[in-house]
């Protein structure tokens, strides 16, 4: 099993990259980590005095995350996935059966948070999405607005709050592992990582 980790600042074409690959290897299974979002009581405090609490790690579970990974890893049939509904602020889970095709399979984890998991990087493939600010927060005022009944004032204290955490935490990871960073809507680029990946496909098969 190959996994792919998708991290970037909010709006930067995460979701955009994961779909486009999903669909392009038909055999991928995708993992978002904002379907991992805690609804305990701890959390929905803390939100009150912190409003950038859910760009933060903590508001992750962590457990529950990495117990799918590795249940994957290990060719589990049934699989426990979550799911977030940010309108409500509560989380549900169901099972799913997966049908495994080989080693060339692709696991691709996206997220804010994909790249502050407990996983050795250097196996894995590590891509950054990188697209202008501006852009980035039109894209998540958006969406935020549609999914999360969040306002214009919300969206942009929230926005430049996740910006400079995501930048400030993403130094390390840049440091010491191999990276691809690349904007997910720019057609070279994207072809570029695609004729990778089905050169690592091919190898595996």
């Known amino acids: 099993m190959i996994t792919i980790v998708i991290t ?21 299974i995708v993992i978002k980590t904002d379907s991992y979002y805690r609804d305990n009581i701890f959390i929905r405090f803390l939100s009150i005095f912190f409003y950038d609490i859910y760009d933060r790690p903590l508001s992750i579970n962590r457990k529950e995350l990495k117990n799918a990974i590795t249940a994957i890893h290990n060719k589990d049939k049934l699989i ?5 509904d940010f309108k409500r602020k509560q989380s549900s889970y169901s099972k799913k059966r997966i049908k495994y095709k080989g080693e060339n399979q692709f696991l691709i984890l996206e997220g804010i948070f994909a790249h502050r998991l407990d996983l050795n990087y250097q196996e894995t493939i590590n891509i950054i999405c990188e697209e202008k600010k501006d852009i980035c927060f039109k894209r998540r005022l958006i ?8 306002n214009t004032s919300e969206v ?35 072809d570029k990582l695609v004729n990778y990946l089905q050169n690592i496909s091919k190898k595996n098969n």
């Open 8 to 28: 970037g600042p909010s709006g930067s074409g995460k979701t955009y990259l994961s779909n486009k690959l999903n669909k392009l290897f038909d055999n991928s």
């Open 143 to 150: 969406r935020d607005k549609l999914e999360r009944n969040r």
């Open 156 to 190: 942009n204290r929230k926005f430049t709050r996740s910006w400079n955490l995501f930048y400030k935490n993403i130094i390390r990871y840049i440091d010491i592992n191999r990276k691809t960073s690349l904007n997910p809507v720019d057609k070279i680029s994207y």
């Open 80 to 84: 426990t996935f979550y799911q977030y």
